[in-house]
Every structure is written in C-alpha cells, then in structure tokens.
T-cell receptor, first 115, second 107 residues
Framework: DTGVSQNPRHKITKRGQNVTFRCDPI?????LYWYRQTLGQGPEFLTY????????KSRLLSDRFSAERPKGSFSTLEIQRTEQGDSAMYLC?????????????FGEGSRLTVL | DAKTTQPTSMDCAEGRAANLPCNHS???????VYWYRQIHSQGPQYIIH???NNETNEMASLIITEDRKSSTLILPHATLRDTAVYYC????????FGQGTRLTINP
C-alpha cells in the first residue's frame, strides 16, 4: 500500500456512458499525475496537477476527458461518452515536489472495461 | 516518445546480479534518469533515480555513464519476486514511460 488510493478499482460500463474515477493522493503531496495503461504497454502520461492547477495535458486526452483537482487534494478523472478504446487501467500517482524529485507513488489503478 | 531504449526482455538466475541496460542518448542536462518496476496488475513502483553520479539504495544500484547517454540498473542478488517489467525513464517535471524490459528471474 503506497498511500495513494483510487476508486473504484474496477468499472464496467456500456459504450456511451460517462464514468468518473477518483484519486486520493498522499496528503502532503502537492503534485498529482494521471496515466493510462493498456495491456502490454507502459503507462501513458495523461495530465498532471501542481496543487489545484492543471499544468499539462497530453494530446492523448481528447475533449471527452476532463480532470480536476479542487482545493489541491483529491482528483477526479471523468470520461464522457465512453468508447471501447477507452478500456484501460487508469493510474494515479503523487509526489512531494519539494522533497524528492521523481519518486512517484502510484495507486493500484482503476480498471475500465467499456462494452 | 519515450526517449529511452531498453531490451524487450531479459532472463537472470535467482541469486545472481541482474544488470538492466538503458540508452538515453538525447538526455538533457536537467533531466534525471529514473527506474521503476511494475509487477503484474500493480501500479509501478519507484526503484531509484540519479542525475550524474552513481546511486545505491536498499533495492538497487544505478550506474550512469560519464556522458549520461546510458545507464545500468543493477539488482545485486535477484530473487523470484524481482520478476517484473522494469522501466527506464528520463524526465524532469513529468515522467514518460516506454515499453520497459520484462525481467524474468529463473530458479
């Protein structure tokens, strides 16, 4: 247990539905990242936050995807009008940027299956 | 664009040192070299990172060449639990993962 919590762990949905994932980072961590991972591939960077500010979004993140981090604590990743290609593991990670560069703590991920 | 090159897979005997190479020939001066590993169905786990100097911690050693164009992760006494995909990453603010090396430790 790294201290990064993700919910739900598994989500099965029908194409066209909206889904939301939540990430609770380690409390003193000011930076939060979202990644997506499909079978046999490494994690793909999606976006990251410094406190509540979203600093970068990948071009992979279509306009159906939106991420928020209100008050710089937990974060949500919403996917609207899901497609079968959205099926993947969505990973959240956090770090304290002032303490140790690069030591990301990952959650166990939220697995999405779109039927 | 992962910007690092690693072998797709490697094998190592249990108890021996596992040496995992990584090429990052276009690394920038402010970019660190990080190593993470991922055991099946878990999130990636941090192993070690470095900028210029060699580093060692309780898990592994990291050897970075003087020109910083390549590095080697060393697991000194590999166990069966070290079987995982190992990712070598170069980065600053964000970490971009490549395909990694699938390391299998054999009994």
């Amino acid at each position: 247990d790294t201290g990064v919590s993700q919910n739900p762990r598994h989500k099965i949905t029908k194409r066209g539905q909206n889904v939301t994932f939540r990430c609770d980072p380690i409390s003193e961590h000011n930076r939060l990242y979202w990644y997506r991972q499909t079978l046999g591939q490494g994690p793909e960077f999606l976006t990251y936050f410094q406190n509540e500010a979203q600093l970068e979004k990948s071009r992979l993140l279509s306009d159906r995807f939106s991420a928020e981090r209100p008050k710089g604590s937990f974060s949500t990743l919403e996917i609207q009008r899901t497609e079968q290609g959205d099926s993947a593991m969505y990973l959240c990670a956090s770090l304290q940027s002032r303490v140790k560069a690069g030591e990301l703590f990952f959650g166990e991920g939220s697995r999405l299956t779109v039927l | 664009d992962a910007k690092t090159t690693q072998p797709t897979s490697m094998d190592c005997a249990e108890g021996r040192a596992a040496n995992l190479p990584c090429n990052h020939s276009t690394i920038s001066g402010n970019e660190y070299v990080y190593w993470y590993r991922q055991i099946h169905s878990q999130g990636p786990q941090y192993i070690i990172h470095g900028l210029k100097n060699n580093e060692t911690n309780e898990m592994a050693s990291l050897i970075i060449t003087e020109d910083r164009k390549s590095s080697t992760l060393i697991l000194p006494h590999a166990t069966l639990r070290d079987t995982a995909v190992y990712y070598c990453i170069r980065g600053a603010q964000k970490l971009v993962f490549g395909q990694g090396t699938r390391l299998t430790i054999n009994p």
